[in-house]
């Protein structure tokens, strides 16, 4: 059962003109009693940092692990997927405003204890439970505790994250994570400053630290918007510093931008572009460029980084050629391919199954 949705937090520190500093995240939100910070969900009660939306959701949903997307992370899987309220970005081109920008977290509608989450994704055969919809790190109590009951029970835990986080909370939160898709908006502070009201160094700084001092299988998304983010010469620097960096292994995601929120004036990407951007990074060493948001099939299927043989055919979500074998290497030459596979893919398809958890796992009840 969940008593309350608000519960005391760790990461704060009080500031001598009475006001209370919240260090989650480098935004640093600094406030009097009473006060929320822009992610809306961590706010200041009596001089003290709490998060108000502990235990409720923005809605549950059974996904294929490829849509986070994951095209390396227990491949053709099912994953149960949830988020609550709020973001610490400001990002005029969120295609989850609905959610991210919620002030209201009375419209968070259902509910549910980390033991509930875990039981319901055991039950629906789910290999995984992600953390998405919303940024995790501003609800990361909540998240930590569905992760460590999700480990009690053998299932992982994907996070997707702009990866805007400080440097002690994020060692914490990501102790309890296997796999992260990290949102890469732009490569330059221009971009991260005038768009998504942040900066890009502490996105680095989290990308070097899970590739460097963690177990964390991550994957990169870059939303590619016309005449913002996709110049070549950008997209050559972005995916040079990945591959030095990060390593060849790292998949990059292009995926294509829809005019929403604050940028309805902005077109859609060309499918042109995406294709540049994926080649780009090919040339430039990156092992597994992908596509998204389009329909051009070579940018949905992975390759063999040696000797160019498909190793995994997609449609959409869909799994429709599997050339690994139980080792995860290439059966033709051997070659390792990069991720967390099974011995067998899954077959979830591209199903996509919203539920209500209060309908499964009976034996544990919901607040």
């Known amino acids: 059962m969940i008593e309350s949705t608000v519960?005391?937090?760790?990461?704060?520190?009080?500031?001598?003109?009475?006001?209370?500093?919240?260090?989650?995240?480098?935004?640093?939100?600094?406030?009097?009693?009473?006060?929320?910070?822009?992610?809306?969900?961590?706010?200041?009660?009596?001089?003290?940092?709490?998060?108000?939306?502990?235990?409720?959701?923005s809605g549950y949903c059974v996904d294929?692990?490829?849509?986070?997307?994951?095209n390396h992370f227990l491949c053709g899987t099912p994953v149960l997927s949830f988020g609550t309220a709020g973001c610490n970005l400001a990002c005029k081109f969120c295609q989850n405003w609905d959610i991210s920008k919620s002030r209201e977290i009375d419209t968070l509608a259902d509910a549910a204890s980390p033991e509930k989450i875990a039981l319901v994704a055991?039950?629906?055969?789910?290999?995984?439970?992600?953390?998405?919809?919303?940024?995790?790190?501003?609800f990361m109590e909540y998240a930590i505790d569905v992760a460590r009951a999700c480990h009690a029970k053998n299932i992982k835990t994907v996070a997707v994250s702009s990866g805007y986080m400080c440097a002690e909370p994020r060692k914490e939160f990501y102790n309890y994570i296997d796999a992260a898709n990290i949102d890469l908006k732009a490569f330059t502070?221009?971009?991260?400053?005038?768009?998504?009201?942040?900066?890009?160094?502490?996105v680095l700084d989290t990308l070097l630290y899970l590739k460097h001092e963690t177990n964390v299988w991550i994957e990169l998304t870059t939303l590619i918007i016309p005449d913002k983010n996709d110049s070549e010469k950008e997209l050559k620097e972005m995916t040079k510093w990945v591959v030095e960096n990060l390593g060849p292994d790292v998949p990059m995601h292009f995926t294509a931008f829809h005019p929403d929120w604050k940028m309805m004036d902005v077109p859609a990407t060309p499918l042109a572009t995406l294709i540049k951007a994926r080649k780009i990074a090919i040339d430039n060493g990156v092992h597994y460029a992908y596509t998204g948001n389009v329909d051009y099939k070579l940018g949905e299927n992975t390759y063999c980084h040696a000797c160019g043989l498909r190793l995994i055919a997609r449609d959409r979500y869909k799994l429709t050629e599997w050339k690994l074998d139980d080792s995860g290497s290439?059966?033709?030459?051997?070659?390792?391919?990069?991720?967390?596979f099974d011995k067998k893919p899954g077959n979830w398809g591209?199903?996509?199954l919203p539920i209500q958890l209060s309908h499964y796992a009976s034996s544990i009840a919901t607040s």
């Open 7 to 57: 519960v005391p937090t760790k990461y704060w520190h009080s500031l001598s003109d009475g006001r209370v500093q919240c260090d989650v995240c480098p935004r640093e939100c600094k406030l009097h009693d009473g006060q929320q910070g822009l992610c809306f969900v961590r706010a200041n009660q009596d001089g003290k940092i709490v998060l108000t939306s502990y235990g409720r959701s």
């Open 122 to 138: 055991k039950e629906l055969n789910c290999n995984s439970v992600a953390f998405t919809y919303n940024d995790p790190i501003v």
């Open 64 to 70: 294929p692990i490829e849509k986070k997307p994951l």
């Open 189 to 202: 502070d221009d971009f991260y400053h005038k768009i998504t009201g942040s900066h890009l160094q502490p």
């Open 350 to 352: 591209n199903k996509r």
């Open 330 to 340: 290439c059966i033709k030459c051997g070659a390792a391919c990069a991720g967390v």
